[in-house]
């Protein structure tokens, strides 16, 4: 039972272009929605985060929209890059970490 | 720096055999996690640990076994391989707390033949 859903599987955008990845929670006793990255041959790492007491935040391009309400928040990457390039997961946290099924990203120059 | 140290890059055992995954991190925390890693499937939680010698099933722990001896290492065992646990195992480490980061590992990939 995959208690966080994210969408799309994939994603291909050109240079430039935004890029915006999506999740669904299930369980309201998460509090604590992380984002993070993994590039090819290395282990995931920590890329942005929220609480659910604010419905946005902003770091340099990465940004994450929060909708309590309707259970879902997405990442959004302004001016994607190449090297932008990686697997994204999104992922939830009540007394431990849920993650997403990942959507792995292609940025093309 | 934050270091996770996993032992192998990559391993080739025989179904049946026992097998030994080794993490351990320099960063004095609490919490550890065995997570395995499938195309499509995301990472999904096999065990994971408070502080040493306590354990906790995560949501797929059947198969497997851990060991926290002491506080920077934990074991993740495969009692009799399968070549359904073909796969990459990430540990992580992070201190205790909902709201702190999680530190991987780069993974080790097993294959079972």
């Known amino acids: 039972q995959q208690q966080v859903k994210q969408s799309p599987q994939s994603l291909i955008v050109q240079k430039g272009g935004i890029s915006i990845i999506n999740c669904a929670y299930e369980n309201t006793a998460f509090d604590y929605f992380p984002w993070y990255q993994q590039f090819p041959g290395k282990g995931p790492a920590l890329l942005i985060a929220?609480?659910?007491?604010?419905s946005e935040k902003k770091e340099g391009r990465f940004t994450i929209s929060f909708n309590k309400s309707a259970k879902q928040f997405s990442l959004h990457i302004m001016d994607s890059q190449p090297g932008d390039s990686a697997t994204y997961f999104c992922a939830a946290s009540g007394s431990r970490l849920t993650f997403g099924e990942g959507t792995q990203l292609t940025v093309n120059p | 720096d934050v270091k996770v140290t996993q032992s192998s890059r990559y391993l080739v055992k025989r179904t049946g055999e026992k097998v030994f995954l080794e993490c351990v991190q320099d960063m004095d925390h609490e919490n550890m996690f065995w997570y395995r890693q499938d195309p499509g499937l995301g990472l999904r939680l096999i065990y994971f640990s408070y502080d040493v010698k306590m354990k906790e099933k995560g949501d797929i722990p059947e198969g497997y076994s851990v060991s926290r001896e002491k506080k920077e290492r934990f074991s993740l065992i495969l009692e009799s391989a399968s070549t359904n646990q073909t796969s990459m195992y990430l540990c992580?480490?992070?201190?205790?707390?909902?709201?702190?980061?999680?530190?991987f590992g780069q993974g080790t990939r097993l294959t079972v033949v």
């Open positions: 929220i609480r659910p007491d604010v």
């Open positions: 992580a480490s992070s201190l205790g707390g909902v709201d702190t980061e999680a530190f």
